[in-house]
Structures are given as structure tokens and as C-alpha cells.
């Protein structure tokens, strides 16, 4: 399986973290406009193949995982309508796609987003 496109339904819960080991040639996944909660998983960062992510308009929490910072071979990310919070790890790949962070996650913060973190 290379691409998984599961948007546009009402699927609730966590996003599993289990797609990282199940599908490790996944190149595409798309999981926007649904309710998913709780953090982006970290093993998300490590499918190597992985081009594609679209997470956009869940319910989304926490901070963005370093692990999906370093993913060097996504050409398309979207975070947009979440509600992740705190500092966006300042890397290359983060740097990119930093406007795919944006509208919708007002908590997150750092130089790449422009937005100064409470000390």
C-alpha cells in the first residue's frame, strides 16, 4: 500500500501509531476533515517514503514531533485547523511548510512560524 487517503469521514481517536510499522512504503496519507485527537505520532516522521500528509482540520494536539521536523523527503505537509501547541522545530523541512501550519493552530510558536513563545 503506497497511498491511503481516509479523508472526509467522521473517524475519532488518536491517530494510530501503528502506520509507521504497517505501512512503512506508505509515499502518501491523507487523514484531513475528520475528529481525530491527541498528538501526531512520532513514527509518522520515520516513513521514509512519505511525500505526502495531510492531517488539516482534525482535532489535533501537542507539539509538532521532531521526528516528522526531520522528515526530509515530505513535498506537502498541511496541519492547518488543529490545535497544536508549542515551539515548531526550526528545521529545513519545517521551514518550507511553514504556512501549512496556519490558519487554526494559534498555540504554536518560534522563529519559524513568527510568533514568540511565552518565556
Known amino acids: 500500500l503506497r497511498r491511503l487517503d481516509l479523508s472526509n469521514n467522521s473517524f475519532r481517536g488518536p491517530v494510530p501509531e501503528s502506520y509507521g ?15 481525530l485527537t491527541g498528538p501526531i505520532p512520532k513514527s509518522l516522521g520515520y516513513l521514509d517514503d512519505l511525500r505526502r500528509l ?9 507539539n509538532i514531533p521532531y521526528s516528522l521536523a526531520m ?7 498541511r496541519l ?14 519545517m521551514r518550507l511548510f ?4 496556519f490558519p ?8 519559524v512560524v513568527e510568533r514568540a513563545c511565552p518565556s
Open 21 to 35: 510499522t504497517l505501512l512503512p512504503n506508505l509515499t502518501q496519507l491523507d487523514l484531513s476533515r475528520n475528529k
Open 54 to 62: 495531510d492531517l488539516s482540520r482534525n482535532l489535533l494536539t501537542g
Open 71 to 77: 522528515a526530509t523527503g515530505l513535498n506537502m505537509l
Open 80 to 93: 492547518k485547523y488543529n490545535f497544536l501547541t508549542g515551539r515548531v522545530p526550526d528545521t529545513d523541512t
Open 98 to 101: 511553514a504556512k501549512a501550519f
Open 104 to 111: 487554526g493552530n494559534d498555540g504554536l510558536c518560534g522563529p
